[in-house]
């Protein structure tokens, strides 16, 4: 019920040991933080990448190679920079990855897929992942401690503090995403906040039927499966697990607990 079996079908593959088949889904935030920093420890600043200043010119990721953008010939989609083609010496640099110049990144344990995209004005505090097709916004904040999976989009205005994306997953306008976990194909309306930290004194407790589940831990979003959707401006209660294919309606603030698969959430 509340175990990632029962919500995620993607928590394997690179990254399963995060996730234990015997205990809650949100365990694997307990983890994360140590998670990354292990799986990062040998991550090098690159010199083209000064810490904490915005950069002054693109850099193109390709492979383990960081290159200076200005030396690149870099084609964007007309239609919007979601799509994107890297030349250098006259070669196509096929899944090269692209962080804009106006891009801040904090710190080195930044490991960056294939085909990345971050855009100008984002703001980076490592230790980060971002899997292959991921997509950091214009105004995207992470605050360390995230694993973006692929094709996963971090929005304009969106905050992410120690959250899984897993693949699919999509905060794309005024999110606020804090100790949470976003399964495959999730995606969040605009303005949409998971709040992580309750006002009374304590651990946040997960009701689950009749029971409460003390989670350990003093701050925990929410747990959304596998194809959730929320509406616009809506707001879930720290403690939140929401089953497979669950749908908040907009304006809604969803109270702290466990909520079966395919729920419509509509006060």
């Known amino acids: 019920m509340l175990g990632i079996t029962d919500l ?71 239609a919007g920079v979601e799509e994107f083609l890297v030349s250098h010496n006259g070669q196509i640099l096929q899944g090269a990855s692209l962080i804009m110049a106006g891009v801040t990144i904090i710190g080195a344990q930044l490991r960056i897929g294939a085909g990345v995209l971050i855009e100008s004005g984002a703001f980076i505090k490592t230790p980060v992942i971002l899997d292959d097709g991921a997509q950091i916004r214009h ?18 205005a969106t905050e992410v503090k ?21 399964g495959s194909g999730v995606n969040l309306g605009a303005g949409t906040k998971l709040a992580n930290f309750k006002f009374t004194p304590g651990n946040v407790q997960v009701q689950a039927e009749n029971e409460f589940i003390d989670s350990g831990r003093r701050k925990l979003g929410a747990i959304l499966g596998d194809g959730v959707q929320t509406g616009c401006n809506s707001v879930t209660s720290p403690g939140t697990v929401l089953g497979k294919d669950s749908v908040v309606m907009p304006n809604i603030t969803v109270a702290a607990g466990f909520y079966h698969a395919r729920c419509r959430i509509r006060h």
Request: proline share 5%; glycine share 10%; net charge negative.
């Open 162 to 182: 120690n959250s899984i994306f897993l693949d699919d997953a999509k905060a794309g306008h005024f999110a606020y995403v804090g100790d949470s976990i976003l």
């Open 139 to 156: 105004g995207a904040y992470l605050r360390g401690n995230c694993m973006i999976g692929k094709r996963a989009v971090v929005g304009h």
């Open 8 to 78: 995620f079908d993607q928590a394997s593959g690179e990254h399963q040991e995060l996730f234990d088949a015997e205990l809650p889904a949100w365990s694997a935030l307990d983890k994360l933080g140590a998670y990354l920093q292990n799986l990062l420890a040998d991550c090098r600043p690159s010199p083209l990448i000064d810490s904490g200043v915005p950069l002054a010119r693109p850099v193109v990721v390709h492979g383990s190679r960081f290159i200076d953008g200005d030396s690149c010939t870099i084609d964007l989609d007309p």
